[in-house]
């Protein structure tokens, strides 16, 4: 077991029934209950922001090279929009932002919902071929 210290703050009572509330739905102690909820904080944190990625263990990576022109315009972008919002912008954030728009557009005019994706958790990444065909050409095969 690592070892422990006290943390003890005064809060809003009604943040405090709120948070016994949900303590006893979770069936673990005060201790465990705090505990979780900083890690969980912290981890969202880490991750931008993002609940969802930093509770979910079946995450993938993905990785692409863009020219210097386009990071640059990005870059600025990020840093005008942290400047308008007070709140920084990562370009994790920014990028999953644009994704999922493009998502969800592209499955509204397909007339599906994001929970007829594929669960199987078969190979959807396309791979690269090693000598792809020039636009316009077939490949022999």
């Known amino acids: 077991m690592p070892a422990t210290k006290n943390l003890c703050?005064?809060?809003p009572t009604d943040l405090h029934q709120r948070v016994c509330?949900?303590?006893e739905q979770s069936g673990?102690?005060?201790a465990q209950y705090i505990t979780n909820?900083?890690?969980e904080y912290y981890e969202m944190k880490k991750n931008g922001g993002n609940?969802?990625?930093a509770n979910n263990n079946s995450t993938r990576t993905m990785a692409f090279q863009i020219g210097e022109?386009?990071?640059q315009r990005i870059k600025a972008h990020l840093e005008r929009e942290t400047a308008r919002t007070g709140r920084k912008l990562t370009q994790r954030e920014f990028v999953l932002g644009l994704i999922e728009e493009a998502l969800n557009e592209a499955e509204r005019q397909a007339g599906v919902s994001p929970c007829e994706a594929p669960q199987d958790g078969g190979d959807l990444q396309p791979q690269e071929e090693p000598?792809?065909?020039p636009l316009g050409?077939?490949?022999a095969g």
């Open 37 to 39: 909820l900083l890690i």
């Open 21 to 23: 509330e949900a303590r």
């Open 9 to 11: 703050a005064q809060i």
């Open 28 to 30: 673990l102690t005060t």
């Open 69 to 71: 022109d386009l990071f």
């Open 137 to 139: 050409e077939e490949k």
């Open 51 to 53: 609940q969802v990625m």
């Open 131 to 133: 000598n792809p065909a």
